[in-house]
Nanobody, 125 residues
C-alpha cells in the first residue's frame, strides 16, 4: 500500500504561484509514474500533469502547459507541482496519484492505483 499526502494548497491571487507537494509512505515511489489531477466544483476530475519513474519524461494538459511544472525526488519519496501564473480557472481540489508499473507517463485516471486526499487551490481574481 502507498499513502499519498498532498500539501501546499491555499488561496492566492491571480498571477501568483503555489508549489504542491505529494509525500508518499508505505512504498518507495521509484516504481510509480506520478500524476496530478484536479477537480473543480460540479466538474469531473481532470488530468493536469504526469511524470515517469525516472523524471525525464513529462506531459501536461494544454490548459497548464507553460505555467505548471511537475517534478519528483525519488530519494525524498515526493512529487511536486510548481504552479505559476495562476488563473481563477485553476481553482480546484488538486490530487496526486501513483501508477505502479507504468514506465512512461499517463493521462488516464484509471491507470493510477493510489490517490491522495487532495488539497484545495483557490485563485482569486
Amino acid at each position: 500500500q502507498v499513502q499519498l499526502v498532498e500539501t501546499g494548497g491555499g488561496l492566492v491571487q491571480a498571477g501568483g504561484s503555489l508549489r504542491l507537494s505529494c509525500a508518499a509512505s508505505g512504498r518507495t515511489l521509484g516504481s510509480f509514474a506520478m500524476g496530478w489531477f484536479r477537480q473543480a466544483p460540479g466538474k469531473e476530475r481532470e488530468f493536469v500533469s504526469s511524470i515517469n519513474t525516472s523524471g525525464d519524461s513529462r506531459v501536461y494538459a494544454d490548459s497548464v502547459k507553460g505555467r505548471f511544472t511537475i517534478s519528483r525526488d525519488n530519494a525524498k519519496n515526493t512529487a511536486y507541482l510548481q504552479m505559476n501564473s495562476l488563473k481563477p480557472e485553476d481553482t480546484a481540489v488538486y490530487y496526486c496519484a501513483a501508477a505502479y508499473g507504468v514506465l512512461g507517463v499517463s493521462m488516464r485516471l484509471d491507470l493510477y492505483d493510489y490517490w491522495g486526499q487532495g488539497t484545495q487551490v483557490t485563485v482569486s481574481s
